[in-house]
């Protein structure tokens, strides 16, 4: 069984920084891309950053130059360091796995149980 966790949320004033971290376990062979993904308050959830198994990103033009988003392969773990945090970046962080591939070779995608970042004007 797979499962993603996440770490790092929490309350922090205008202007100040969380790193956020997320650890998929269980019988992993492979995990193509991993992200993170935010939902605000009445708001559809949406795509903050992604990284592949080679290291190529994508982030949404909102965060673009303050977050950076970073993975450990070997130990199945994505990062979220977020710097420069708005009151508009307040939402529970998602972390997703995508096309994860088992030990007994089951492709699936996975999402963790989100964590809340608040940041205080």
């Known amino acids: 069984q797979v499962q993603l966790v996440e770490s790092g949320g929490g309350l922090v004033q205008a202007g100040g920084s969380l790193r956020l971290s997320c650890a998929a376990s269980g019988s992993i062979f492979s995990i193509n891309t991993m992200g993170w993904y935010r939902q605000a308050p009445g708001k559809q959830r949406e795509l903050v950053a992604t990284?592949?198994?080679?290291?190529?990103?994508n982030y949404v033009d909102s965060v673009k130059g303050r977050f950076t988003i970073s993975r450990d392969n070997a130990k199945n773990t994505v990062y979220l360091q977020m710097n420069s945090l708005k009151p508009e970046d307040t939402a529970i962080y998602y972390c997703?796995?995508?096309?994860?591939?088992?030990?007994?070779?089951?492709?699936?995608?996975?999402w963790g149980q989100g964590t809340q970042v608040t940041v205080d004007s």
């Open positions: 997703r796995a995508e096309g994860l591939i088992t030990t007994s070779r089951w492709r699936s995608d996975y």
């Open positions: 990284i592949t198994s080679t290291s190529i990103t």
